[in-house]
């Protein structure tokens, strides 16, 4: 079989020259995959695997049929593999194959679920990274960089942010596998390894013009970023090389810089399980909590807000009046909701045609689509209190008239209920193209002729039972039942027989069939031609359908917030500047939905700036803390917010570190991770900043644990000065409220009576006294006789007062105390009266004026004056303590 052979000899050639993970080659009417590609693909998609034996040899072999292959694309890129496809073209000899694209995670067109689909590029530049990122199924591209001391922070952030499907990595980054690792593990990106010359700064520069027009760089402000500027060349370069014609939409570069966009670093994003929960699930995030959206490009964009928060006053203030107005005018806003309803994703079918995807139906959406923008105005113009409001601008900023002339344009091309082929006419209206309205006039007379044919006959010769019909095999024929079928004349050709009748035809059908096999086919080439011509128009106002499909997002996004606020009783926070956070009875807008919740205030300002949340386990720290933090959020997306009333102070970040169960998951030190990220707080926070902190410095032994909490309380304290949150269960931490100006404590109230905790949910000023850990110890189930005695254990310990109980859910007692005065720790017993009354700073200048102290001691107490806190990493503070402490208790002996 010399045949096969050619075939997978050819596959295997083609495969040869692409670096992509599989080959679909089309031979005929399906597309073929071979050899391993063949085991893989059956494996994904759940196909039959069979045999295509070539010299002697026999190669797995599996295909999906021509027409199918869009969906088994799809199903491999989304699982991760890049696909090239190769076609086949015939030729004056027979055919020949080549491969026309590559499918992969971040170029999919055709994709299938109404997220945003990002390719990200990412390069080292100096101190930075560049980052870009195309949505090609949108036409979105952003480019931005990041520096800093945390600047792989920063970058790991935003490329959470993008959420990317396929990343690019630059050279350097290649090379640096530790960054590739945080990578994989923060997204779940396909990596690929594009050409490394894509990266360059000249090369890159220059295809950035080549798209965007050549003052577009300067225009934007990145002229001087080659950081930025090289991301997105690479990124051009490879949407280019796959080959999928999806560059044409995507018309304008955007960049965006941190200084107005909340910063919210990836471990933030998660845990205020903004798009999803901790779990991974979508359901119980914050964005599905909110989002009554009608439109797959008003979701995407309220998911856009959520993760990108702002500052500007201004811009929350519009969004805000946008929320108000539509909350107010109710029966408005259900018009509007319902107008757009009928909305398609003009993002998407605006790169639809630019690809050159797009069939009729696609550009008649559009049509229907655009013509949604002056109804929509109808509503808004029509109804005072949202003419008066910022929707009045959404709707008048996006071109009309050009909206309007194109659906007109559309709609009187286009037949109503057009066929998904495109190349086989059946397209366009009459009336739309002179030389079209002919072919399907003659035509239409071949066929009137023919329908005809059978009276005529029947006529002429007296046959009663005749008739004229088609079929694939036969062509027209005559058909004349067999009692009739020697009557028939001379001129009729018989081509079959069948049981009851005879087949004929003359020369005037065979002519008549010629014809309209001739206009068929003209009419198809003709009206594939003009579709063309009429998509690349559509493609050629890739802007405007743009424009018009984010100004009807806008809309939908407004009007969801507006819904929801409505629905559960929300209110418009005022926006302030400086530190204030201002919360009457507020609520956490996801535990809301489903629990009966008891609201709670809040009250933070310049002088009050960080509270030390106690209160048993269980009792609703973590939620109080979420709710102010989700409450600034929302805040500053424009939303209004779960509070009787709210006045928030604009942060520039916001910052949390909580429990870590996924990472524990993955393998990774509990500690270690904690250690990082509240290392990253330290370094990122500012003063105009919010920090959550849930039980910082569990992860490790009590000791530690205290005194990392400490420390990090007085850093952020003292030099940070963010506005703080912190939930602990070292009740001893509680004590600093007394030494440190601006810290108090707040506790989530608890009865107990008889035994029993009840928990109030209601916050109060000042700390908690008392340890609730064996209660929920008794709740989880812990054996009663356990339970029993470690009641006793706490009481002999309460009575012997030296030691406290740590009041964790551990249970687990304390063997020393903190001691506040000196910062140090005491063992059990060794308690002296000064703690009750000496006061920190007192103590630790008493021992700085000891003049008799030995040298190690004075050459430790050199190290700790110079040692410069700002700068060393927390965990080495940490080092350096253990060493000191370690050192001291030797001499002492
Ligand atoms: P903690 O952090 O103190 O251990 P959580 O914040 O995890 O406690 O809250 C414990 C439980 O109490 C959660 O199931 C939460 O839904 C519920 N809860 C917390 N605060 C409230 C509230 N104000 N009203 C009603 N239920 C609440």
Redesign the pocket.
């Known amino acids: 079989m010399t045949e096969a052979t050619g075939i997978v000899g050819e596959f295997l050639a083609l495969k040869a020259e692409t670096d992509a993970d599989l080959l679909a080659m089309q031979c005929g009417d399906f597309y073929e995959f071979f050899d391993e590609d063949a085991e893989t693909v059956a494996d994904e998609l759940d196909l039959k695997v069979s045999q295509k034996s070539s010299h002697g040899s026999s190669y797995p072999m599996a295909g999906v049929p021509v027409d199918d292959l869009t969906p088994y694309l799809t199903a491999l890129v989304e699982r991760g593999y890049r696909v090239a496809v190769a076609d086949q073209h015939e030729t004056s000899d027979g055919h020949e194959r080549a491969i026309t694209r590559i499918v992969t995670p971040g170029t999919l067109i055709e994709t299938p679920d109404d997220d945003a689909q990002y390719l990200a590029a990412v390069v080292r530049e100096g101190d930075g990274y560049g980052v870009a990122a195309a949505d090609v199924t949108t036409g979105q591209f952003f480019v931005t960089s990041v520096d800093g001391e945390d600047r792989e922070g920063a970058l790991l952030t935003e490329l959470y942010k993008f959420d990317p499907a396929e990343v690019l990595p630059g050279p350097d980054v290649r090379a640096d596998e530790a960054l590739l690792d945080r990578i994989r593990e923060r997204t779940t990106a396909t990596l690929t390894l594009h050409a490394a010359e894509s990266f360059a700064p000249g090369r890159a520069r220059h295809r950035v013009r080549e798209q965007f027009g050549d003052d577009t760089t300067e225009s934007v402000g990145i002229d001087d970023d080659e950081a930025a500027i090289r991301a997105a060349g690479a990124v051009l370069s490879y949407v280019e090389e796959t080959g999928q014609g999806a560059l044409a939409s995507v018309t304008r570069l955007q960049t965006y810089s941190g200084s107005d966009h909340v910063e919210l670093d990836a471990t933030t994003q998660r845990n205020l399980e903004l798009t999803e929960t901790m779990q991974g699930d979508r359901s119980g995030s914050l964005f599905s909590t909110i989002d009554h959206t009608v439109t797959s490009a008003g979701g995407r964009l309220l998911s856009q807000w959520l993760v990108r928060p702002r500052q500007s006053r201004r811009e929350l203030e519009r969004r805000q009046s946008g929320v108000a107005a539509l909350a107010e005018a109710a029966m408005a806003r259900e018009d509007l909701r319902e107008v757009l309803d009928g909305a398609y994703d003009l993002e998407r079918l605006a790169s639809r045609a630019a690809s050159g995807s797009a069939d009729a139906g696609d550009l008649l959406r559009v049509a229907e689509t655009l013509a949604l923008l002056p109804r929509s105005a109808e509503v808004i113009e029509g109804t005072d209190r949202l003419a008066e409001s910022p929707l009045a601008e959404v709707v008048a900023d996006a071109d009309r008239e050009s909206a309007a002339d194109l659906a007109a344009e559309l709609d009187e091309a286009l037949a109503d209920d057009p066929p998904s082929t495109v190349t086989q006419g059946g397209l366009f209206r009459r009336g739309y193209d002179d030389e079209l309205d002919e072919i399907i006039e003659q035509h239409e007379a071949a066929k009137e002729w023919i329908e005809t044919l059978d009276q005529r006959e029947k006529g002429r010769h007296g046959i009663t039972h005749l008739q004229v019909d088609r079929n694939k095999t036969d062509g027209y024929y005559i058909q004349v039942g067999k009692s009739e079928a020697d009557d028939v004349p001379d001129e009729y050709e018989a081509i079959k027989t069948l049981k009851n009748s005879e087949r004929f035809t003359i020369p005037e059908l065979e002519e008549k069939e010629r014809e309209i096999l001739r206009l068929e086919e003209q009419r198809g080439e003709l009206e594939y031609e003009l579709f063309q011509n009429l998509r690349e128009r559509v493609a050629d106002r890739a802007t405007l359908l743009q424009d018009v499909g984010r100004a009807l997002a806008e809309l939908d996004a407004l009007a969801s917030l507006a819904t929801h606020a409505v629905r559960n009783d929300w209110t418009r926070p005022e926006l302030v500047e400086g530190r204030d956070l201002d919360i009457r009875q507020g609520?956490?807008p996801v535990?809301e939905q489903t629990?009966?919740?008891?609201?709670?205030d809040l009250s933070m300002d310049d002088d009050r700036r960080f509270l030390i949340v106690t209160?048993?386990?269980?009792?609703?720290?973590?939620?109080?803390m979420r709710q102010a933090a989700l409450i600034t959020l929302l805040a500053q997306i424009g939303s209004f917010v779960p509070a009787e009333s709210a006045r928030v102070g604009l942060v520039d970040g916001i910052f949390t570190r909580v429990g870590a169960l996924d990472e524990l998951a993955q393998g990774r030190s509990t500690f270690m991770v904690e250690m990082q990220e509240l290392s990253n707080i330290l370094h990122s926070a500012t003063d105009e900043s919010l920090v959550i902190l849930?039980e910082v410095g569990r992860g490790t032994a009590t000791y530690d644990g205290i005194s990392i909490a400490w420390a990090a309380t007085e850093y952020i304290h003292n030099q940070v000065r963010a506005k703080t949150l912190f939930?602990t269960h070292y009740h001893e931490l509680t004590g600093l409220a007394d030494h440190l100006d601006r810290v108090e404590n707040v506790h989530?109230a608890a009865d107990e009576s008889d035994g029993d905790v009840t928990?109030l949910?209601t916050v109060r000023d000042g700390p908690t006294d008392r340890s609730y850990g064996i209660h929920v110890a008794d709740l989880a189930g812990v054996p009663d006789p356990v339970v029993d005695r470690s009641r006793d254990v706490l009481e002999r310990l309460r009575e012997e007062e030296a030691i406290e109980a740590k009041g964790s859910g551990d249970g687990e007692p304390v063997q020393a105390v903190f001691d506040l005065s000196s910062g140090s720790f005491q063992q059990d017993g060794e308690r002296t009266a000064e703690r009750a009354t000496a006061d920190g700073g007192a103590a630790a200048d008493e021992s700085a004026d000891d003049s008799t102290l030995d040298p190690e001691t004075e050459a430790i107490l050199d190290q700790l004056r110079d040692l410069d806190v700002n700068e060393t990493p927390p965990v080495e503070l940490l080092a350096k303590v253990q060493e000191w402490q370690a050192k001291l208790d030797g001499d002492d002996g």
């Open positions: 609520r956490h535990v629990t009966s919740f008891v609201p709670n209160g048993p386990n269980m009792s609703g720290k973590s939620t109080y849930d939930a989530v928990f949910r």
